[in-house]
């Protein structure tokens, strides 16, 4: 049996998603800014996607961006409104947990002159709200967060975030990473306060390498990319016909019934949370209910390396994660376990179980019962 939980990294795409990017590449494979049929029928895609995700937020066409994927999205948040707001000030706000897409091009940020505020969180990995309003000042131009944090699934409540900045200082600009919410949650950026939203598609279903950026209409934003002045100009380059189209299939089917899928999820997560506590010497990260996403669960066994435990798992077809697969490359302890406070004996025996629409639960018991086989060897063998 094979049982694929790393879905936080990536998803398998949906029928409907590999059916239109086979179309878009081998049939209707023009280039949108031709001005031919051909061209014209690409351009409709683009368009048909745009209103799709458009429509899942209750915003205006002309606010999707089309990138290459979050970390694009993220940068041209953080970097785009930085250079395009700096005569109103250079200072930012974020936090300790996010994403390297963000905290890097912080670290950008700060070698050109601007001034970082970087937010402890708590055991739950929520900043606290009195501290943001205390670090807010007359020259912050930005606030960054997560809406869902990628390891242990913490959601920040970003209405409440929103009601504090714009209070505080109304000129300041609030960007939310939601590539592990946009899917999962009814995201609606006009009502929660949202001015700059990251997404991307391969976290839905959809292909990799597309994403999108929600720039809400009004805020001022550089381009990274310079070119033939596609999209507006905000970002050149031949649009991904093939990739967009398919992110918006699976958008369109994510939002369908979407109650119902993510009750499936939140099932999932339970059944396994559940589970996991059979096994002893175990320490769940992630909490149940609405303060952790439905799809994450982040969990320590002790005495266990992750890595030695997500091979021995992989041998035997269970697919997991050790970390972000985004940063991968760069091993090393996750800032997200220590800024929530996990014990250090644990920090390096941590794994992430992420849920997507095809996992079951026989695939869940399939898990417990390959941990339960190794878990105990594991700890003998580490010990010896």
């Known amino acids: 049996m094979e049982a694929y939980f790393d879905n936080s990294a990536t998803t398998k795409v949906l029928d409907s998603v590999r059916d239109i990017v086979v ?168 009502k929660q306060g949202i001015d700059l939203l990251s997404v991307s598609s391969h976290k839905i279903h959809g292909p990799k390498g597309v994403g999108f950026l929600y720039i809400r209409n009004g805020v001022k934003i550089k381009p990274l990319i310079y070119g033939g002045g596609q999209q507006a100009g905000l970002r050149s380059g031949t649009e991904n016909v093939p990739g967009v189209a398919g992110f918006g299939a699976a958008a369109k089917e994510m939002y369908t019934n979407h109650a119902e899928k993510i009750q499936k999820l939140i099932e999932l997560k339970d059944y396994m949370t ?43 077809g269970v697919y997991v994660s050790s970390g972000s697969a985004c940063s991968s490359n760069h091993p090393g302890i996750s800032g997200t376990l220590k800024g929530i406070g996990v014990a250090q004996k644990l920090l390096d025996s941590t794994i992430r179980m992420s849920f997507g629409m095809f996992n079951t639960k026989e695939e869940v018991d399939y898990t417990i019962d390959v941990l339960k086989e190794l878990v105990p060897v594991l700890r003998r063998y580490q010990r010896g």
């Open 23 to 190: 179309k878009t590449m081998t049939e209707d494979y023009g280039n949108p800014a031709a001005k031919h049929r051909k061209g014209m029928e690409a351009e409709q895609y683009i368009r048909d996607a745009r209103k799709i995700i458009a429509d899942t937020m209750k915003v205006q066409e002309k606010e999707i961006l089309f990138t290459s994927g979050g970390s694009e999205s993220n940068n041209m948040a953080l970097i785009g409104t930085a250079w395009a707001n700096q005569r109103a000030g250079k200072h930012i706000i974020s936090t300790s947990i996010e994403h390297p897409s963000v905290y890097n091009p912080l670290g950008v940020m700060e070698e050109l002159g601007f001034e970082v505020t970087i937010l402890p969180v708590d055991h739950d990995g929520h900043i606290s709200l009195k501290e943001l309003e205390e670090a807010i000042r007359p020259d912050t131009i930005l606030v960054s967060t997560m809406y869902v944090n990628n390891e242990v699934g913490a959601v920040e409540p970003v209405e409440e975030i929103s009601k504090i900045i714009k209070a505080k200082n109304p000129s300041t600009l609030y960007h939310v990473d939601a590539i592990q919410a946009y899917g999962k949650y009814v995201i609606r950026p006009k």
């Open 274 to 316: 559940d589970r996991l506590g059979e096994i002893e010497g175990t320490v769940i990260n992630s909490k149940k209910g609405e303060a952790s996403a439905p799809q994450i669960v982040s969990v320590s066994f002790e005495g266990v390396r992750s890595e030695v435990l997500l091979h021995a798992l992989e041998d035997k």
